[in-house]
């Protein structure tokens, strides 16, 4: 069974700095979606980032950009320029890319709450 | 924008009361999901669905069952409410897995709803 690891349960990082999250996953299988989602406190899970397992290039979207190694099991998000709106608990989550049924589902990370200092 | 509307943002029961959580979403997704956040255990699958009148259990299917009578209308129902099943519960939805274009497909979040069983 796929499994997913954040071993970061809080972290902390000053208002345009850089922090990085990161999240391990156990899996058999070679096809794959990997996603960050964030819930601020208003609770609303918000997907920040995909990233697809057989694109080698790693996926980016404005401040948001992630260090996937594949071979290693890694999925980091890194973000830039961090700003008070970034406060949230940060979710990485696992797709398994057969189609259909049961492997639509997500296998989620126990989350990241990442505070940001003024 | 896709929108996940669940029911109720809190809801206060009683032991043993039958409890009926509504989730509906406006984008014609054909699977929906029931989720529960726990500190610490981040979201566990309940059950999900991925059609009309089609449920598959997820990772903690005891004391739930589901209802999907319509595309865009998808219950969870406690039988019979315990205090164990105080918790945030989530409902989202995306389109079918698919191989190519909607392969990468997130899944969609409502706001939540936080039950308590006194």
């Known amino acids: 069974a796929q499994t997913v690891t954040q071993s970061q349960p809080e972290m902390s990082v000053q208002e345009a700095e850089t922090v990085t999250l990161s999240c391990t996953y156990d899996t058999s299988e070679s096809d794959y979606y990997l996603f960050w989602y964030k819930q601020p406190p208003s609770r609303q899970m918000i997907l920040v980032i995909r990233q697809e397992a057989y694109k080698q290039q790693n996926a980016t979207e404005n401040r948001f950009s992630v260090n996937f190694q594949k071979a290693a099991k890694s999925f980091s998000l890194k973000i830039s320029d961090s700003q008070l709106g970034d406060a949230a608990m940060y979710f990485c989550?696992?797709?398994?890319?057969?189609?259909?049924?049961?492997?639509?589902?997500?296998?989620f990370g126990t989350g990241t709450l990442l505070a940001v200092q003024p | 924008d896709v929108k996940v509307t669940q029911s109720s943002r809190y809801l206060v029961k009683r032991t043993g009361e039958k409890v009926f959580l509504e989730c509906v979403q406006d984008?014609?997704?054909?699977?929906m999901f029931w989720y529960r956040q726990d500190p610490g255990l981040g979201l566990r699958l309940i059950y999900f669905?991925?059609?009309?009148?089609?449920?598959e259990k997820g990772d903690i299917p005891e004391g739930y069952s589901v209802s999907r009578e319509k595309k865009e209308r998808f219950s969870l129902i406690l039988e019979s409410a315990s205090t164990n099943q105080t918790s945030m519960y989530l409902c989202?939805?995306?389109?079918?897995?698919?191989?190519?274009?909607?392969?990468?497909?997130?899944?969609?979040f409502g706001d939540g709803t936080r039950l308590s069983i006194l």
């Open positions: 989202a939805s995306s389109l079918f897995g698919r191989a190519g274009l909607y392969s990468n497909q997130p899944q969609h």
């Open positions: 669905s991925y059609d009309v009148k089609m449920k």
């Open positions: 989550a696992y797709r398994g890319g057969n189609y259909g049924g049961a492997t639509n589902k997500l296998i």
């Open positions: 984008m014609d997704h054909e699977n």
